[in-house]
């Protein structure tokens, strides 16, 4: 139990690190090393949070940690050590040991020159970004270092650079972005010096690597309060760098339906996927849904308003030029750039067909379909609409079941024309469509004959009937299809309580 003071009081601590994880640094000290938890795991631990993920700090070099822990993997050129802990639900808990660390000068914004491992604790927390993530936590005797007042400021919210912040950002430029992502995630605010700092060093950012921004990018996005993050980012002038295209929207009206300009329904529309806890990719395309309103934007004398068309597919190409940039894997790339272009859906339902459903599903893909429903969601909401009327919406979901389910056909049957070609010796004529059909009444009234060995006995049977009495059996099997087409969409309807 940890016992810590705030101003005159003192605070319980109730969170206990689980011994997979103080196994770890129970090891280390065992065999004479000093060690600490820092970074998010402690000053999550000190907000009540629980942590996610856990960094740990040691006097001991990455050759002799690694020779304490059998199941360690050697991580990176920062001698960072991953410790693998089975815990007892069998997931894996990675516990991610670095030694301490000091660091040469920084000539070119994003690395030091050298890093050594010799030193004490205070050296490596003085190189640590912020006074929040420069706490260590000894657990073993609820003790914290804390030397630049890293508690204070997570009492108070306020994210702080360890020392003076343009040095810091000169340093590695990336921490520019780091401190809106922890400023989002955390609900803090920036101190004031560290944010002229970041003002003024944002353009460094050009200098950093486009997978070290992707991830606090994706950090920032999967936070609860993306909309925050992404107008900060703005407002400091870092957005231009990670994903200008968004940034065009500012200030651009739009017709008579909507309240926001482009900027704000975008953010809009970002924000409520995150209230859902929507995934990344359905994020980014909410985000990123209409970003190609500002260059497609025309105005009508006709309509006496705006209009945007093919907003759609030029904004699938620009949302797919700024993510393959930003260097996310083409499965996202893939994804959201089809749900950004094929936005637009479903406008009249009392006009929607089912071959239109079908037309999207084939479109945007019969697994991203469903996302695609959501992407709807936070255009709708974004707009300051309220929610979809829920018969609506049961209908849109119901008929997207209908299309997407096969259909009752004789290609159900495990048995095709060629192959009753074959054993009958008939030519393609209607007679095979009346075996067929005749076979496909057999196997509704009786799943269980949907074997070739059957089908097949029963076509030599069959072919050798009168035409007449064929037909009469292959017209009857196409009244048992509808009726079984019938049946299988009212269960459907009937589940989504539609029509
Ligand atoms: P999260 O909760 O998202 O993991 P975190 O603060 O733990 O947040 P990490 O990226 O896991 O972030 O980094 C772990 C720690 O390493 C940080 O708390 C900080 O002390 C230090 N750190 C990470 N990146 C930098 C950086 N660019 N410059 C200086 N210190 C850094
Ligand atoms: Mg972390």
């Not at 689980?18 to 000190?46: H, M, N, Q, W």
């Not at 255009?379 to 609409?385: A, F, N």
């Amino acid at each position: 139990m940890l016992y810590i003071a705030i101003g005159t009081s003192m605070k319980k601590i109730s969170y206990n690190v689980p011994k997979e994880v103080s196994r770890v640094t129970e090891t280390l000290r065992s065999a004479g090393f000093e060690a600490y938890f820092v970074g998010g795991c402690v000053r999550d631990i000190l907000q009540g949070i629980k942590p996610k993920d856990w960094d740990a700090t040691t006097n001991a070099t990455p050759e002799q940690i690694q020779a304490l822990f059998e199941d360690s993997f050697y991580e990176n050129d920062y001698g960072t050590v991953g410790i693998v802990n089975e815990t007892e639900d069998e997931t894996l808990k990675v516990v991610e040991v670095t030694p301490y660390r000091t660091e040469g000068s920084y000539t070119d914004k994003r690395r030091p020159d050298s890093v050594s491992f010799h030193g004490k604790l205070e050296d490596d927390l003085k190189r640590r970004d912020f006074t929040i993530n420069a706490i260590a936590y000894d657990e073993s005797k609820g003790h914290l270092t804390d030397v630049f007042d890293g508690l204070k400021d997570i009492k108070d919210k306020v994210l702080r650079t360890v020392g003076n912040p343009r040095e810091r950002f000169n340093e590695d430029a990336l921490r520019v972005l780091r401190a809106v992502r922890l400023a989002t995630d955390l609900g803090f605010t920036i101190e004031i010096e560290t944010q002229n700092a970041i003002i003024e060093k944002a353009s460094d950012l050009a200098h950093i690597s486009r997978e070290r921004i992707r991830d606090e990018f994706t950090k920032m996005i999967m936070t609860k309060n993306p909309m925050v993050g992404i107008v900060m980012c703005q407002k400091f002038g870092l957005l231009k760098y990670i994903a200008p295209d968004i940034e065009r929207g500012i200030g651009i009206e739009q017709n008579g339906d909507h309240i926001y300009t482009v900027w704000e329904h975008n953010l809009r529309a970002l924000q409520h996927s995150a209230d859902r806890e929507w995934p990344l990719h359905v994020r980014l395309a909410a985000l990123f849904h209409d970003v190609s309103k500002p260059e497609t934007r025309r105005w009508s004398n006709e309509k006496n308003d705006w209009t945007f068309y093919g907003h759609d597919v030029v904004g699938g190409r620009v949302s797919r030029k700024t993510l393959e940039h930003l260097k996310y894997p083409k499965k996202i790339v893939d994804v959201v750039s089809a749900l950004v272009r094929y936005h637009l859906f479903f406008s009249d339902i009392e006009k929607i067909t089912l071959s239109a459903v079908r037309r999207i599903i084939k479109n945007v893909g019969p697994d991203n379909v469903w996302d695609l429903m959501k992407v709807r969601a936070c255009d709708r909401i974004g707009m300051g609409r309220p929610k979809e009327a829920p018969y609506r919406l049961r209908k849109y979901e119901s008929m997207i079941d209908e299309a997407m389910r096969a259909p009752v056909s004789v290609g159900m049957l495990k048995i095709d024309g060629q192959k009753i070609m074959e054993v009958t010796r008939e030519t393609p004529g209607p007679k095979l469509g009346f075996i067929l059909h005749a076979l496909l009444e057999e196997v509704l009234d009786d799943p269980e004959r949907n074997t070739e060995e059957f089908l097949v006995k029963r076509t030599l049977e069959l072919a050798k009937l009168p035409i007449d009495e064929l037909k009469k059996l292959g017209e009857e099997g196409k009244e048992k299809k509808e009726e079984a087409e019938e049946a299988e969409l009212a269960v459907i309807r009937k589940k989504h309580g539609v029509k």
